[in-house]
């Protein structure tokens, strides 16, 4: 099962499931235990996209379906939305906790493309614009280790 980030809700540091707000759930010791027992991504693919951006919408199931195909890689997958300003602002947020300032000072408010990051140096190392899921495949895979 693929889980993107547009699943969640953040909170401070605490992603929250979304489906669970205003349900009164709550999961105070789920953390500590996924975080012992999660393989560590070596990629964070970020999806720079606007509802109103015409090639982020030519995008959508190309990445949907590379997204599939790679769902047991390491691989960790955030979509910064800039719809509109409320959106924008979480976007920001999601980059300042995650470490991707640069990413979010290079790149911040462009639309219609994903930026590959190498988690272990924080580098960029690539900018995927095809519209073609094997492409978008082989070029995510190339950047992986073994």
């Known amino acids: ?31 500590d235990e996924v975080r012992r027992g999660a393989e560590r991504p070596e ?3 970020v999806d720079h996209y606007a509802d109103w951006c015409g090639k ?6 190309p990445l949907e379906a590379a997204l599939d195909e790679l769902a047991d890689e390491p691989v960790l997958f955030v979509k910064f ?15 300042a906790e995650l470490g991707l300032d640069d990413e979010w000072n290079d790149f911040g408010g462009k639309t219609g493309f994903i930026v590959v990051i190498d988690t272990e140096t924080r580098e960029i190392v690539d900018r995927l614009r095809s519209t073609d899921s094997d492409e978008l495949v082989m070029k995510i895979k190339s950047h992986l280790d073994g």
């Not at 929250?16 to 759930?25: D, N, Q, R, S, V």
């Not at 982020?56 to 199931?61: E, G, M, T, V």
């Not at 939305?81 to 980059?95: C, G, N, P, V």
């Open 1 to 31: 099962m693929r889980v993107s980030v547009s699943s969640f809700v953040f909170a401070g540091a605490v992603a929250i499931p979304a489906a669970t707000i205003g349900l009164g759930l709550t999961n105070t010791a789920g953390a």
């Open 81 to 95: 939305d800039f719809t509109d300003k409320h959106t924008k602002q979480q976007a920001e947020f999601l980059a």
């Open 56 to 61: 982020c919408q030519a995008l959508k199931a």
């Open 43 to 45: 990629l964070i693919l």
